[in-house]
């Protein structure tokens, strides 16, 4: 765990905050020596990540010497690189001269390591005596690179300068980029503060604590590019985030170019000089950038012109669009399709206001009504459309309006109609139209939208097929009287029964509320189900007498009989299980199967009320009429036994309401 102070091991120094960056005046290897051994053995007895970069007159081999005798099994810590001794050449000037990018992307990779590693800090120092001769102006703007660097993480550096290349003129520059100084007097070492900085730093570490907490924590990311090098000199961990970085350090000397697609690269390059660098215009710019692990982010840019650490600079505040411009971008791609779709469907695509006034036509209009598409906006519903769609359309947006503005914020309902309207050579053409209605941010209907489709063939069809069913059903009515009179014929005391119980049947089911094509499957039903008599010898049917238990047993069989002979016509077979089952009871009573209950076919207990009614209603050889009382008390008093009881009910309720009459 690091802590806000490091012990620099240095007597005459103690302990310092981190992110210090010291100078240190040197005169002999002596000096070196003194100073950056107790230094470096504090810094790994503290667990810290160590890097001493030598040069003359202290070598590479000497310094390694001087540690090994200083630190308890150092060759090991050296081993698992804990500690490294790096020549200058190798660290400032691999290519042969003074690289600062490279020797800061060194840097950056050892803070990187001291977190992978788990160490508890970073402790570096630097011979800079072979620089001296590349230039002071270049060697202060590093030195100001590598303060900003450290200032962010748990790392001290010291840099040592020789005296013998310092004048008066140079050892105040590199006094004033330094908080502290050591140096030798009188063979003794002093500290020397840099009082001017000092009285800044704490006149300003307010102000910088808040702007720097502000920076740290915006939610939008903050980059600084420097405007000499074009590179970021530091960044916010929002930044980070968005590229895809762990720490704002790791974006540091990174140009911000390379993360954009090559394409876009002179175009921001551009922008970035002109808005930010040159006239500050506070402009935002929306570009593409690729993140670490290469995918695509859309950002949103303002540039400002800056100051940082007394540089030129550019600050860049981030924030990440990337979800609304997709959204845009899907809403374009939508937008662009539904257009093609509409330019090109051989349907009529439509838009009026709620008045009528049309918004939009598709160019299909032409093929479907022959006018241009100018002169179809220019049409009225009253041109367009025939007398009698006219008022349909009317009727039914009104009604459709009517319903949304009665209940505010209710979803505007549409609908589908068929309309007739008038081509412009003034021949008519059925068209199926979707209607729906288009709200405003409030719900409320603000246009209609619909699509208009020729119906005409299908029409012509309907139509056709329309004609032919009502020949059919002609055909079969005919069919089925004939059959029902051929049963009457065996047996003429019952002619007209077959025609009354189905009268009766449908009666009682329009009263139980039952839909029209239930009633005409009971109508059929009762016109037939006696049609298994045929087959009964003519002196049981007109036998005057009681039955007996055989010729009863023979009556029995009529409803199988029926059954056997419908069940294999197309469309009888429901008609056929209705007669099969019309003489059950309630109570299991009945035959042929003896059903109980819900286990008879509703139409099947209507039949069957029927049937009793009638045939008490009715004379028998057997027997004179009981009369329609009777047969009704009958049903009412052995409702819920033999008979449905919702039936019964039903039964009794269009005879006493007066509203049916048996009719020849």
Not at 343 to 363: M, Q, R
Not at 553 to 577: M, Q, W
Request: proline share 5%; net charge negative; aromatic share 6%.
């Amino acid at each position: 765990m690091t802590t806000r102070a490091a012990n620099t091991g240095i007597p005459i120094v103690g302990s310092v905050p981190w992110g210090t960056h010291l100078c240190h005046f040197y005169e002999t290897r002596q000096d070196l020596l003194e100073v950056l051994v107790p230094f470096f053995k504090a810094g790994l007895e503290n667990n810290e990540l160590c890097v001493w970069i030598t040069a003359e007159p202290l070598s590479e081999s000497e310094a390694r010497k001087a540690m090994m005798g200083a630190v308890p099994r150092f060759d090991s810590l050296v081993q698992r690189r804990q500690m490294e001794i790096v020549p200058w050449t190798a660290w400032y000037s691999p290519d042969g001269s003074f690289a600062p990018q490279s020797a800061l992307d060194a840097a950056r990779s050892r803070i990187t390591a001291m977190a992978e590693d788990g160490y508890s800090g970073l402790r570096a120092s630097g011979n800079v005596g072979a620089l001296c001769s590349e230039g002071w102006e270049d060697l202060a703007r590093y030195e100001g690179a590598v303060d900003s660097l450290i200032g962010h993480h748990p790392a001290v550096a010291i840099c040592s300068y020789p005296l013998s290349a310092c004048g008066v003129r140079e050892s105040l520059s590199v006094m004033a980029n330094h908080r502290l100084a050591l140096i030798k007097h009188l063979g003794m070492w002093q500290v020397v503060e840099n009082s001017a900085q000092a009285r800044t730093t704490a006149a300003l570490k307010e102000t910088r604590q808040g702007y720097r907490r502000l920076f740290e924590n915006s939610r939008d990311g903050m980059e600084v590019i420097d405007r000499s090098t074009g590179r970021i000199a530091v960044a916010n961990q929002a930044a980070a985030r968005i590229f895809g970085f762990d720490t704002p350090a790791e974006m540091v000397g990174i140009n911000p170019l390379d993360y954009l697609p090559p394409e876009d690269r002179e175009r921001v390059a551009g922008m970035m000089s002109e808005y930010l660098f040159e006239k500050d215009m506070r402009q935002t710019m929306e570009l593409r950038a690729r993140k670490t692990d290469g995918s695509t982010v859309w950002l949103s840019a303002l540039g400002t012109k800056t100051e940082y650490q007394g540089r030129a600079a550019g600050l860049i505040s981030l924030r990440d669009v990337t979800d609304r411009k997709q959204t845009e971008q899907a809403f374009e791609d939508s937008e662009r399709r539904y257009r093609l779709l509409a330019e090109n469907a051989s349907d009529v695509i439509w838009v009026t206001d709620l008045k009528f006034k049309p918004e939009y036509l598709s160019p299909s209009i032409s093929r479907l009504l022959g006018y241009t598409v100018d002169e179809a906006m220019m049409g009225t519903p009253e041109t367009m459309l025939t007398g009698p769609s006219l008022e349909a359309a009317r009727d039914a947006f009104g009604r459709a309006l009517a319903f949304v503005q009665a209940g505010p914020g209710r979803p505007p309902r549409g609908g589908r109609l068929e309309l007739q309207l008038r081509r412009k050579d003034g021949s008519p053409v059925w068209v199926d139209t979707t209607v729906a209605f288009l709200p405003d941010a409030n719900g409320r209907p603000m246009e209609i939208v619909g699509v208009l489709r020729d119906i005409s063939e299908r029409k012509k069809v309907e139509e056709e097929l329309h004609d032919s069913l009502q020949v059919l059903e002609r055909t079969i009515e005919s069919a089925i009287q004939a059959i029902a009179s051929t049963a009457e014929t065996k047996d003429p005391y019952t002619a007209g029964h077959q025609r009354r119980v189905a009268q009766l049947a449908c009666a009682i089911a329009a009263e139980l509320g039952l839909p029209g094509d239930r009633i005409r499957l009971i109508r059929t039903a009762g016109l037939l189900h006696d049609l298994g008599k045929i087959s009964l010898p003519a002196e049981i049917l007109i036998k005057p007498g009681r039955l007996s238990g055989l010729e009863l047993a023979v009556i029995k069989t009529h409803p199988r009989v029926a059954y056997d002979v419908l069940k294999n016509v197309e469309s009888f077979g429901g008609i056929a299980e209705i007669i099969f089952q019309h003489h059950e009871r309630m109570d299991g009573s009945g035959y042929p199967s003896g059903l109980r209950g819900e286990e008879i076919l509703l139409e099947a207990r209507i039949l069957a009320v029927s049937d009793v009614v009638e045939a008490m209603s009715s004379h028998r050889p057997y027997r004179p009429a009981l009369g329609l009382e009777n047969a009704l008390e009958e049903i009412a008093c052995n409702s819920d036994t033999l008979y449905d009881p919702d039936v019964a009910s039903a039964c009794l309720r269009v005879f006493r309401l007066g509203q049916f009459k048996f009719t020849e």
